[in-house]
């Protein structure tokens, strides 16, 4: 399937950036909403039975300046009426979203991970019409289950220049006795440094390749194209691009965030990975971490000592924090670099950037090997139907694809059936595959809630899915330049 999609609407709102109360006083928040503009939804139309909105927040998509540690970027972003682009709800709160375009180009807003109705969802071209330059449209929804969740433009490559934020869920079945929370960002950063923009990383790419997985190219004036050491709990090569910068909570190493609490603090961490091309791997030094979530949804807390996070997944984790000031670490994973923030106790020297510590140098643990809370079953079940998802592509020519069943065509699932994906991956690379409007079961992981998988080289995921959201759904890799260049499908309901 061509995938028209391009990813630079992406990366930038929430947690990323410095000063944004400034910015929120002069981006047109204040325009009237229009809840049925011309970027309509398609033949699946808003719901007429839910509630008033709860929660209602203006943002305005637009051009920016950011201060990313001593580095002005110029790039796009989110600016808010609240001042702050994240958005805080509760299970079964109607969430009332006006955004209004001021970039020169079209944009959208994905929910990503909420399983909210089809007229919503923010994919142009599938559920909506792209809104337009100088349009306001509405976004109206509940938010049905708790967790760790953000949002971004589902437009090109608009993600990779800042067009996201985080979005929690408050859960009132979850324990709430926590000293400190902290939602935290992952990202890696290009856009606006000397003039690069990822469409530069796209078009050296697409347009010159990579030659031998050992060459370099250069993107632009900011960003390589290059494959550093090899991550063998990958599969070997992990990602295409190498950025000059990698973010936590938008600051580069050396002007890192530190993130404060006191001794035999019960800290809770809420990681997002909005990056565009970067597989993490997280660790706290002289600490382990207890997982409580995964992509939203409870599992059974287990400890360990640092975890990968690919693009589009989250992770809750508690802590109870040591005396003293603790890296934390995330190494961009196959790119010989690393994003990097302190989390401070008292006093004592801060650790620098480049420290290594043993849960780094632990092995990894993937979020596919957690077994979920009771509470989070999806009802069991024999599959309906079976689906076989073949994902192809390779970096010379640099194209990607998935194939349904032997075709590019979408799949396709009648409602109430349980759908049974099984996921191939016959590439070289990873990919984290996302799907829309649902949550898959996965049954090799005890029923793990997901909706992004990562699928290593070579490896081989069966997930499930009740078809009990209609309309059309996307479903594809959430690398933006794999999905620019085609790993991008949907699923229909017959």
Known sequence: MTNNFSRRQLLLGGLMLAGTGALAACGGNNAPAASGSSSSAGPYPTPTNLAQPSVRKKLTARPMSIDIGGIEAQTWGYSADTGEPAIETTVGDVLQVDITNDLPESTSIHWHGIALHNAADGVPGMTQSPIEPGETFRYLFETPHGGTYFYHSHSGLQLDRGLHAPLIVRDPEDADDQDVEWTIVLDDWVDGIDGSTPEDQLHMLTGMG???????????????????????????????????????????????????????????????????????????????????????????????????????????????????????TALAAGKDDRAFAVVRTSGGRVPAPETTFPELNAAGTFLTSFEPADRALLPEGKPDREASIDLSGQMMPYEWGILTDGQSSPGTVREGQRLRMIMRNRTMMPHPMHIHGHTWSLPGSGGLRKDTVLLRHGETVIADLIADNPGEWAFHCHNAYHMETGMMSSLRYE
Do not use: C, W
């Open 210 to 328: 990579m030659g031998d997985h050992g060459d370099m190219d250069m993107g632009g004036d900011g960003g390589m194209m290059a494959h550093g050491t090899p991550d063998p709990a990958l599969g070997g090569d992990a990602g295409d691009v190498m950025y000059p910068h990698y973010l936590i909570n938008g600051r580069i190493p050396r002007a890192h965030r530190t993130f404060h609490a006191r001794p035999g603090d019960k800290a809770r961490l809420r990681f997002i990975n909005a990056g565009g091309d970067t597989i993490f791997k997280v660790a706290l030094g002289g600490h382990r971490l207890t997982v409580t979530h995964v992509d939203g949804f409870p599992v059974r807390p287990r400890d360990i000592e640092s975890f990968y996070l690919s693009m589009g997944e989250r992770v809750d984790v508690e802590v109870v924090l040591g005396d003293g000031a603790f890296p934390l």
